[in-house]
């Protein structure tokens, strides 16, 4: 079943500006991750938050990991046309092995 | 290094068909994934190898779904008798070591049921 739900579901943004999306669990977890989906094929893993970190960045990316309120959030600075995807938040819940994947925010990125 | 491989890329079949799917996982990885997904959704788990050890197949949906790993690498993902409802992309996936860590896929093959 789909623990983690993302939100927005679709985002249109202009070149330049920053994106942000969001992703709401209900477990415990390890720690979460953020993937990459290009024309609904293989995911591009983007970065990985332990449940004992706060805040993570990677280049023009930015996580942030909330327990208390079981929810993250992806930044993406300065946003390009190449960034438009979809992005999904998926947990490394506690005691299982396999990721649990949101649904997904589909993001669009205008030249 | 190679990453993970998926054939066929698309497969098209008839209702009622056996299809097989195959995933290269990346050498090395000892633990591999199966995932689906319908069209505009997440991904859901259907089953999970590690090493030597029994797999965990508590995502397959029906027994109409099964999966082996030979040797510890290779894997192939059989659907018999497929149903309209099994059209989807199937991902693999595979990490160095069971647990919670980054997982990397391969392209996925895209099953269409007619």
């Known amino acids: 079943s789909q623990q983690g739900e993302e939100d927005p579901q679709a985002l249109s943004i202009q070149e330049g500006e920053n994106a942000t999306m969001n992703c709401s669990y209900k477990?415990?977890?390890?720690?979460l991750q953020w993937y990459r989906q290009n024309s609904g094929r293989g995911l591009v893993h983007l970065i990985l938050?332990?449940?004992?970190?706060r805040e993570k960045h990677s280049g023009r990316l930015r996580v942030t990991l909330d327990t208390s309120k079981k929810s993250s959030s992806l930044l993406i600075t300065a946003s390009r046309a190449a960034d438009t995807a979809s992005y999904f938040c998926?947990?490394?819940?506690?005691?299982?092995?396999?990721?649990?994947f949101g649904s997904g925010t589909r993001l669009q990125v205008q030249p | 290094g190679a990453g993970v491989s998926q054939s066929p890329s698309n497969k098209v079949t008839e209702k009622g068909k056996d299809v097989e799917l195959r995933c290269d996982p990346i050498?090395?990885?000892?633990?591999l994934y199966w995932y689906r997904q319908s069209l505009g959704q997440g991904l859901e788990f259907l089953i999970y190898?590690?090493?030597?050890?029994?797999?965990?197949k508590s995502g397959l949906p029906s027994d109409r779904f099964s999966a082996e790993r030979t040797g510890g690498s290779v894997s192939t993902l059989t659907i018999q008798r497929t149903q309209q409802e099994d059209s989807a992309v199937y991902l693999c996936?595979?990490?160095?070591?069971?647990?919670?860590?980054?997982?990397?896929f391969g392209p996925g093959t895209r099953l269409l049921v007619l």
């Open positions: 050498s090395g990885h000892t633990a």
């Open positions: 477990t415990s977890i390890n720690n």
């Open positions: 998926a947990t490394a819940d506690t005691g299982r092995r396999a990721l649990t």
């Open positions: 996936a595979s990490s160095k070591a069971g647990g919670p860590e980054t997982q990397y």
């Open positions: 190898f590690q090493g030597n050890s029994a797999p965990d």
């Open positions: 938050i332990r449940s004992n970190e």
